[in-house]
């Protein structure tokens, strides 16, 4: 009866968007799963299926490039993430806490200026810049920690925008409440802000641990001898054709990435969970 009542061009309307809406994460995630899938292919051609293997997993660990490669990946992406969410905690509470500062515009305008601009842009940049220092001071020398600074740059813009969004819509009058008990602004901060923003704070690094593992062109400029990422190994093999092997790596970082972010997703559920039931419970008292 119900369905009687529901006009047909509404009907039609759903099944369109159903329609669209499956279109679009098909478009995006049957490329992941064939990859996923021609990781195991038998075949040294990576389109033609020539049945199921696990060569190409034994093969990557003799593959010494790819795998310091991926090694080095992981730990510029992850002092990258971490840093980049320090640091654009302290932006984004400036910006949401201050409204009005001396450079208030300026540091705006720095903030959001590497959302903007293009990667090549900086890459040069910054490679001229430590090109300049280094024959000053002889440091640093092109390797992770350039590429960590490159990276750094791009990913703290990324992750004062999403924390300073969180930030935004909190209720100050918690804030006030824990300050009229006698908490001071320190212990206001990580007893009530920061349980508050830690689902920001999650993504922000995933986000700019995502940016700094697959990043290819500022790591190009930045890389020096025996600091070469796992992208640009990946990019330097394209040019002469790629074989299963990289399949197979692309395969564990699908992996690790979607543990985390699943074990990740259900952690912090169940510490939203346990916060809710906890004011409850206040609320109650």
């Excluded at 099944?15 to 499956?22: D, E, I, K, P």
């Excluded at 002092?79 to 009005?100: D, E, I, N, P, Y």
């Excluded at 300073?164 to 209720?171: I, S």
Aim: hydrophobic share 55%; glycine share 8%.
């Amino acid at each position: 009866m119900r369905k009687a009542l529901i006009p047909s061009w509404q009907r039609a309307g759903r099944w369109a968007s159903r329609v669209w809406l499956t279109a679009g994460f098909a478009f995006l995630y049957l490329p992941i799963v064939a990859l996923v899938v021609y990781s195991f292919n038998d075949s040294p051609l990576p389109t033609v299926w020539g049945g199921f293997t696990l060569e190409w997993f034994r093969k990557l660990l003799h593959d010494t490039e790819l795998l310091e490669g991926l090694w080095l990946s992981l730990k510029t992406a992850f002092c990258t993430a971490t840093a980049a969410v320090v640091l654009g905690t302290c932006a984004a509470w400036a910006l949401s806490k201050h409204k009005r500062f001396g450079g208030r515009t300026l540091m705006v305008g720095m903030i959001n200026a590497p959302l903007v601009m293009p990667e090549v842009i900086i890459g040069l940049s910054l490679l001229l810049m430590l090109v300049s220092v280094q024959r000053v001071l002889g440091f640093p020398e092109r390797g992770m920690l350039t590429i960590w600074m490159g990276h750094l740059l791009v990913g703290m813009a990324y992750a004062t925008v999403v924390i300073q969004a969180r930030l935004q819509t909190l209720n100050p009058q918690l804030e006030e409440a824990a300050q009229d008990l006698g908490a001071r602004p320190l212990q206001v901060f990580f007893l009530v802000t920061l349980p508050m923003i830690a689902q920001s704070l999650a993504s922000a690094w995933l986000l700019t641990f995502t940016l700094s593992l697959d990043d290819v062109v500022l790591a190009a400029f930045l890389s020096g001898p025996g600091s070469t990422t796992m992208p640009l190994v990946i990019f330097s093999r394209a040019r002469l054709g790629l074989d299963p092997s990289v399949n197979a790596v692309a395969t564990l970082v699908i992996a690790v990435v979607a543990v985390a972010v699943v074990g990740g997703s259900y952690l912090l559920a169940r510490a939203e969970r346990r916060r809710t039931q906890e004011m409850a419970q206040a609320a109650r008292s």
